[in-house]
Nanobody
Framework: VQLVESGGGLVQPGGSLRLSCAAS????????MGWYRQAPGKERELCAT???????KYGDSVKGRFTISQDNAKNMLYLQMNSLKPDDTAVYYC???????????????WGQGTQVTVSS
């Protein structure tokens, strides 16, 4: 599957952005999809994931501010980001993990990333 992110950019502190991830294949069969981010000099960290069963998980640093959603009909994944802070500045990556029938990861795909900069 190919994943293409969009929606990044420059936003002031307290502002909002919505990231989009377009998948080249049917996402309803993907075990886990999500968003991760990586700031300069830091490790890639979890923002949010959603399973094929609809379970959601958020990283501690974004809980209450970010919301993950998906549109299976359009093969799209979204990340609504509110109350943005300078510490949210990073490259944001879309992630897709295919699993077997037992939930064991088989293969993982990443998008190319989209830059989000929060600054006044």
């Amino acid at each position: 599957v190919q994943l293409v992110e969009s929606g990044g950019g420059l936003v002031q502190p307290g502002g909002s952005l919505r990231l989009s991830c377009a998948a080249s294949e049917d996402i309803s069969s993907i075990g886990v999809m999500g968003w991760y981010r990586q700031a300069p000099g830091k490790e890639r960290e979890l923002c949010a994931t959603v399973t094929s069963g609809g379970s959601l998980k958020y990283g501690d640093s974004v809980k209450g501010r970010f919301t993950i959603s998906q549109d299976n009909a359009k093969n799209m994944l979204y990340l609504q980001m509110n109350s943005l802070k300078p510490d949210d500045t990073a490259v944001y990556y879309c992630h897709a993990e295919y699993q077997d029938d037992y939930g064991v990861p088989l293969v993982v795909y990443w998008g190319q990333g989209t830059q989000v900069t929060v600054s006044s």
